[in-house]
């Protein structure tokens, strides 16, 4: 039986996202709520400018606890410089060779500019599953 490679159809579509001024408070509860790794930080075009991981989340809160000071904005703590992204025609294997060379578990999806999905290692490994069968 034949697969479709294409990352266009293991992508998660409308991930989970927050705005670079949102509370990283706000994104944690996002995180905690959604059982996920981490964010991806939209304009309001949507478009993708940057990621907000637990660890960041983490980093974040054991500052302001530190310094006693409040825990800031998703702006403060974002990853949004060396972006790597995906286009959804990619091949799923590139995609996963890729993940695993930069060792990163997920990876936004970004067509004509606009966030418009992720793919996760979860993604991948059921797309995996699904050529075994």
Do not use: W
């Amino acid at each position: 039986m034949a697969h479709s490679v294409k990352l266009r159809d293991y992508l998660i579509p409308n991930p989970a996202t927050v705005k670079p001024g949102d509370s990283v408070l706000d994104a944690m509860q996002i995180i905690i709520n959604n059982k996920i790794s981490g964010v991806c930080v939209v304009d309001d075009q949507h478009n993708l400018v940057g990621i907000l991981s637990e660890l960041d989340c983490l980093n974040a809160s054991l500052g302001s606890l530190y310094n006693d000071s409040g825990i800031g904005l998703v702006r403060d703590h974002m990853a949004d410089s060396g972006l790597i992204v995906a286009h959804p025609e990619e091949d799923i294997i590139d995609v996963a060779q890729d993940m695993l060379a930069k060792t990163k578990r997920r990876r936004p999806v970004v067509e004509n500019g606009r966030l418009i999905g992720q793919v996760t290692c979860r993604q991948l490994l059921k797309a995996i599953a699904q050529f075994q069968r």
